[in-house]
């Protein structure tokens, strides 16, 4: 009897996890992404990278204010401070989504508002062929 109820409580807390991937979304290599979150300054990405072992890079992005030209508008690695490649990306107000044109390998990750309160995972999608 208890047993059941173990049961029925781990499939509900497993539907849950499911609903809650609702917020993610994917696309393909070259695809113009409007990944959505809220309105922020600023805005940070976790990438895998993979070389001979993978690892988790930080990203920044800073969200450009008219006062900030010189670092806004642009990723930029949390550990080397350094600028990384990326698709041209854009906040749209309206849309309240960051805007990536052309995605590239490298964009796909963990996006986050740069609190990291609310976050989404944009996947790659893979196709075989055609
Ligand atoms: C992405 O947007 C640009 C215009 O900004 C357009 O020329 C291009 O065709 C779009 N690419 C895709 C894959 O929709």
């Given at each position: 009897m208890y047993r059941a109820a173990g049961l029925v409580a781990l499939l509900a807390l497993s539907v849950h996890a499911v609903l809650e991937d609702s917020s993610n979304t994917a696309f393909q290599l070259g695809a113009n992404a409007t990944i959505g979150l809220p309105v922020s300054a600023n805005y940070r990405r976790e990438i895998r990278t993979c070389t001979t072992t993978c690892n988790y890079d930080e990203q920044l992005y800073r969200v450009c204010n008219g006062k900030n030209k010189k670092t806004c508008g642009y990723w930029e690695s949390v550990k080397t401070k350094k600028k990384v490649a990326s698709g041209k990306t854009t906040y749209n107000k309206n849309k309240k989504a960051l805007i990536i044109k052309n995605?590239?390998?490298?964009?796909?990750g963990k996006y986050m508002t740069g609190n990291k309160k609310t976050s989404r995972y944009v996947e790659q999608i893979v196709s075989f062929g055609k």
């Open positions: 995605m590239k390998e490298s964009d796909f």
